[in-house]
């Protein structure tokens, strides 16, 4: 029986977890979650789970919880709330496997307790490889416990990495859908509307998500995430573009083998592998392998994705460098997706901020969360001086809508 | 240092595996070789690689080369003949790895000797687990040792299957390339000539071969391996037609992950992966993986290639069936090879032979060479039968060529 603590149970990793536990009820039980602001999911949630502990946003809302959790007879389930309080569910004492999935750096300092009490953890956060990817491995590392990625391509990079020891790996190739821009000439990028920008042809994602993979930044994070985790330079993760996303990702040992992972494209999936890690076990998520036709690849444009180039640098420099990036990034896509900056624009934020960040080591999540403040403070000030320059133009009416 | 003997060193697999052994000096070393009539051939590599012992097909070939080993200065080296011969370079004491690759069922004894005296065997041989194998892995199995397939299909299931425990394997897939007549409207097939029936799309490969990979029992084959190899049955082991052969084949996870593997087309590969397994070390055999492109994939036709329907029907019946199967398809394929039946009507000697074939069990390699002969003798009968019924026509050039 595996115990689980999940970090962000009410977002969409959390929610499809729990959907897991609940196709195996004799296999998982749920010790504790930890939500943002959805009170309502929340007490859902508690209802049909009863968690020992549950841990929301703000002490207002844990409040509020309490209410109906005694109204409802569940006043055994003890509330907390703030980033002490998921710190509490990461290191739940009956937890022996935390999911990180808080997004954002929100999650960071929660997720590193985990790995500090000795648990298991199933990463779905980015910024805890992105950002903290140095010094969490690490702690994993004196833990001697694993880090099993939670999304489909360092997942399937996981599975591949099977075929053969650490050192028997040339390098890892992550497959990218190329985005709805793939095909754009460079020349038109400048003109990309927020409509367009947000079509993305493969996955239904949150916004900022969809604008990085039409950058080619989320792949770009993912080139980082797969360095830290699996311990291999930027050199050695390389990016092909795969437009049906139908093989998650590969593996090319010394010997010139290549391993590939693919599955259909359920987050279930993921979360079920790192959940019962080392073994498999049977699901229903099958992939029509006779119905398998065409597949496509062709190698990634760094010129016409300066995103990803820039991830790469990043990555290579290390410490505040990546931190600098992400913060950068959200920045830079929130003021692209407001109308302040034009798509183009979003690549040249993040590079100046880069640029002018140094590459120093960071020593604690807290110097990390300094360099995400300082990163994100520079963003600002690269957008106003951007958005200074030209004209404002109207907020589209699907960004309004959020 | 592996010490390594050869069955079949002066073919295809066995220069292959000498000139594997040529670039890993410090790795692999010569113990004995097995060769049939190629005398010239065999002579170069006793002067090569100075084994211990060498066998011949005949006594006669045999006293050739004692002669012309001692006219050299290599008269330590021993010289023997015949089957007796090749179980000798099967068994020899200081190997402790045998590659298996002389064709036909005359590679059955000594292969079985082999796995016998506890050696590690590499598989090139298709005949010892479609003939054999019920006898051969289970001896593996007494022995504690593994058979690792030297063939492009296998060996990436091989590797594949590292990827998860035998009970979590939901099926293999293997893949094909169709062959020629992928394509061509099954009531073409009666008037397919032999020139078309050897232009083979992606492989260049002996005659044999050639015609079971227009048919499709080249692929039934594997499936019969397959199921023996891996312990699966018929019904778990799918094929897969994929015309580029890029990916070699795959493994579908009971929790609906799939493991594919891909490669050059260089048959030094699989044979490097299984004289180091369970390491893998560094070649220059790179897949150029940015230069890939398109695969293409679609589903098997049983209807219009019955090959791969009867060797279904084989693997399942097991026994006597699966030998019946080779012998009758190898009698019938040099029926078509020399004009005296069609094309469409391999499949009718080899299904009216093994529908009289009994299903019985074989308990030894005697039995099954019994089994062989008499498969043999049927397809014989039929193909008279068959090339009566019709007017005799013309061998073509190409044919008499070999």
């Given at each position: 029986?595996r115990?689980?603590?999940?970090l962000g149970?009410?977002?969409?990793?959390g929610r499809s977890?729990?959907s897991?536990?609940?196709?195996?009820?004799e296999?998982?039980?749920?010790?504790?979650?930890?939500a943002?602001?959805?009170?309502?999911s929340?007490f859902?949630?508690?209802?049909?789970?009863?968690p020992?502990?549950i841990?929301?946003a703000?002490?207002?809302d844990?409040?509020?919880?309490?209410v109906?959790?005694?109204?409802a007879?569940l006043?055994?389930?003890e509330?907390?709330?703030?980033?002490?309080?998921?710190?509490?569910?990461?290191?739940h004492?009956?937890a022996?496997?935390v999911?990180s999935?808080i997004?954002?750096v929100?999650?960071l300092?929660?997720?590193?307790?985990a790995v500090?009490?000795?648990?298991?953890?199933?990463?779905a956060?980015?910024?805890c490889?992105v950002?903290?990817?140095e010094?969490i491995?690490?702690?994993?590392?004196r833990?001697?416990k694993p880090?099993?990625?939670?999304?489909?391509?360092?997942?399937?990079?996981?599975?591949?990495?099977r075929g053969?020891?650490?050192?028997?790996?040339?390098?890892?190739?992550l497959?990218a859908?190329?985005?709805?821009f793939?095909?754009?000439?460079?020349q038109e990028?400048?003109?990309i509307?927020?409509?367009?920008?947000?079509?993305?042809?493969?996955w239904k994602?949150?916004?900022?998500?969809?604008?990085?993979s039409?950058?080619?930044?989320?792949?770009?994070?993912?080139v980082?995430?797969a360095?830290?985790?699996?311990g291999?330079?930027?050199?050695?993760v390389?990016?092909?573009?795969?437009?049906?996303?139908?093989?998650?990702s590969?593996v090319e040992?010394v010997d010139?083998?290549?391993?590939?992972?693919?599955s259909v494209t359920d987050?279930?999936l993921?979360?079920?592998?790192?959940?019962t890690f080392?073994?498999r076990?049977a699901?229903?998520?099958?992939?029509?392998?006779?119905?398998?036709?065409?597949?496509?690849?062709?190698p990634?444009?760094?010129?016409?994705f300066?995103?990803?180039?820039l991830?790469?640098m990043?990555a290579?420099a290390?410490g505040s460098?990546?931190?600098?990036?992400?913060?950068?990034?959200e920045?830079?896509?929130?003021?692209?997706?407001d109308?302040?900056i034009r798509?183009?624009?979003?690549?040249?934020?993040i590079?100046a901020?880069i640029?002018?960040?140094d590459?120093g080591?960071?020593?604690?999540?807290?110097?990390?969360?300094e360099?995400?403040?300082r990163?994100r403070q520079?963003?600002?000030?690269?957008v106003a001086?951007?958005?200074g320059?030209?004209?404002?133009?109207?907020?589209?009416?699907?960004?309004?809508?959020?």
């Amino acid at each position: 029986m595996r115990r689980i603590a999940i970090l962000g149970s009410t977002g969409s990793i959390g929610r499809s977890t729990l959907s897991v536990v609940e196709s195996y009820p004799e296999r998982f039980a749920v010790v504790a979650l930890a939500a943002g602001r959805n009170l309502d999911s929340i007490f859902e949630q508690a209802k049909r789970w009863k968690p020992r502990l549950i841990s929301v946003a703000s002490g207002n809302d844990g409040e509020k919880l309490r209410v109906r959790l005694r109204a409802a007879g569940l006043e055994a389930i003890e509330v907390v709330s703030g980033s002490e309080g998921a710190v509490r569910v990461a290191t739940h004492p009956e937890a022996d496997f935390v999911v990180s999935a808080i997004v954002g750096v929100a999650g960071l300092e929660a997720t590193y307790a985990a790995v500090r009490a000795g648990k298991t953890v199933g990463l779905a956060n980015k910024e805890c490889l992105v950002a903290a990817g140095e010094l969490i491995t690490a702690e994993a590392q004196r833990q001697g416990k694993p880090l099993l990625p939670i999304d489909s391509e360092h997942n399937a990079v996981h599975q591949c990495l099977r075929g053969g020891r650490m050192a028997e790996v040339e390098c890892i190739w992550l497959t990218a859908s190329g985005g709805p821009f793939w095909k754009t000439p460079k020349q038109e990028f400048s003109s990309i509307s927020v409509e367009q920008a947000l079509q993305h042809p493969t996955w239904k994602m949150g916004r900022r998500i969809t604008i990085d993979s039409a950058t080619l930044m989320n792949k770009g994070f993912e080139v980082i995430e797969a360095c830290r985790l699996f311990g291999l330079p930027p050199s050695r993760v390389k990016v092909l573009v795969h437009p049906q996303s139908t093989i998650h990702s590969m593996v090319e040992f010394v010997d010139g083998s290549i391993l590939a992972q693919f599955s259909v494209t359920d987050m279930r999936l993921p979360i079920l592998y790192a959940l019962t890690f080392p073994e498999r076990i049977a699901s229903d998520m099958r992939f029509p392998v006779m119905n398998l036709r065409h597949l496509e690849f062709s190698p990634p444009d760094m010129e016409k994705f300066p995103c990803l180039r820039l991830a790469y640098m990043a990555a290579e420099a290390g410490g505040s460098k990546p931190v600098a990036l992400n913060a950068a990034d959200e920045v830079s896509v929130a003021a692209f997706l407001d109308g302040s900056i034009r798509f183009d624009q979003i690549s040249q934020v993040i590079e100046a901020v880069i640029s002018e960040t140094d590459a120093g080591q960071l020593e604690s999540i807290g110097q990390v969360l300094e360099a995400d403040a300082r990163g994100r403070q520079a963003a600002r000030e690269k957008v106003a001086e951007l958005a200074g320059s030209r004209p404002p133009r109207p907020t589209p009416a699907i960004v309004r809508g959020e």
